[in-house]
């Protein structure tokens, strides 16, 4: 993400200071900073990475199952208008109602044609 003010391996940097202030010297104190302030904050960011994980997990299988029902509407759709066009005919309002383009409507397709060979 654009504008972090951190680094992108600030845990591992974090648990690296966890684990030299505690051979310096656990009872080490600046300006009211203590190491457990340091754990509180490494144990939160587990935490939250966890929860990030999950919420990233669940908007998976959401997006899956959103897939999954936008193919069985497809379907349908495909299938409704393959009986309309067999019922009705390919140049049949019903047809055009129903989604398709009435042969009428289609333009001609035009070929390409060659270059000259000179």
Known sequence: MAGRKFPPDILDQALNMQDAWAKIDEQLSV???KIGDLVMEIN???QAEANVVSLENDLTNMRNHRDALCDSAWDKVRRMRAVIKGM???DSPQ???AGGTRTSDRKTAR???PAPVE
Request: charged share 5%; no cysteine.
């Open 111 to 113: 070929s390409a044609s």
């Open 31 to 33: 300006g009211g900073l």
């Open 95 to 97: 047809y055009e109602l």
């Open 44 to 46: 939160q960011i587990h």
């Open 88 to 90: 009705y005919g390919f």
